[in-house]
């Protein structure tokens, strides 16, 4: 029994070992081969957001991504929009190829960070503010923080304050069952289970990631299908860097930091101010339920909402035309001519 049992620890030590070698030496190669189209900024303690620019001229278009999304899920609306004006884009602390985040994931401490990485980048304004989702929040606490900078802001189906805690306590359960999937994939991380999972999923057959989302139960099973949706609209060759990024253990912890301060973001940006004075664009999806009034003038005091008919949640990704129309009005409006480009 002793001898069997010490088989058994030398060879899950192996295997561990082997997976962790094949985790490190995955991690280098995706940096050298899909981190070369952008740079990295250092902002306070140490910290280096990863920055993508594209375009040249003014106002410059700023992109801020979902709650676990980077760079990438702009990346057709960005390069777009760069033929008529300056962009930017880039991966929030703890997501993409930015450091670990050193602060809660608070649209205030965000809006904070970008704005050191654009002075230290040395990107003037104005800015046209454009964000999705969680990211809405942020581009509304930046309009806030900095008002004198922001020619205008398009939102993109932006969260909802009251549809999460602590407005809304039932969707509790749903934070926790995401926090809980994440402890799960954060450690297999490290031993590269992670890396053949996406690797599969986004790369190959799909096969493996099918029967570890199986292990994981219906929870599992739910995200993975949601992940092949979304993703699948993203472009193909995309595809390989999506998968780079949900390799790395820093993803997870990342997403976790995002997750658990959604309460406080929610605390945060229900009682914040209207944006007063700079023209906003919401867009919202026609499968959602129309903003009201008295709710769009909670986000500013020159807002128009735009319905995306044949949108769901990622508007950008289902009909990116309808945010680049967005962006060109708000362009046009600070520019001296009218700009044109096709998606």
Known sequence: MFVLTLAIVVVATVLIAAGALYQYVGCRRDRLLYANDGRWVTIARGSRLYLLEKGSGGPTVLFESGIGAT?????????????????????????????????????????????????????????????????????????????????????????????????????????????????????????GLARLAVTSLFCRSGELSSRLAGVAGAGGQHVLARLKTEVGKMPRQLWPVVAAHWSRPGFYWGMRSHIESIPETVKEMHAAAPIREIPV??????????????????????????IAPASAHWIHLDEPELVVDSIRAMVAAVASEPVAATV
């Open 71 to 191: 760079n990438l899920n702009w990346r057709r609306v960005q390069e777009t929009v760069a033929q008529f004006t300056g962009t930017a884009s880039y991966d929030r602390g703890g997501l993409g190829w930015s450091s670990p985040c050193r602060t809660p994931r608070t649209p205030g401490n965000i809006a904070a960070e970008l704005h050191a990485m654009l002075e230290r980048a040395g990107i003037k304004p104005p800015f046209i503010l454009v964000g999705h989702s969680f990211g809405g929040l942020v581009m509304h606490r930046f309009a806030l923080m900095y008002p004198d900078e922001v020619a205008g802001v398009v939102l993109v189906d932006p969260m909802r304050c009251e549809e999460w805690p602590p407005l809304d306590p039932s969707k509790q359960s749903e934070l926790d069952r995401g926090i809980k999937l994440i402890g799960i994939a954060a450690p297999i991380a490290y031993c």
């Open 281 to 306: 664009t919401v867009l919202t999806p026609g499968r959602s339920t129309p903003l009201t009034p008295a709710h769009l003038a909670r986000i500013g005091d020159q807002v128009r909402q735009v």
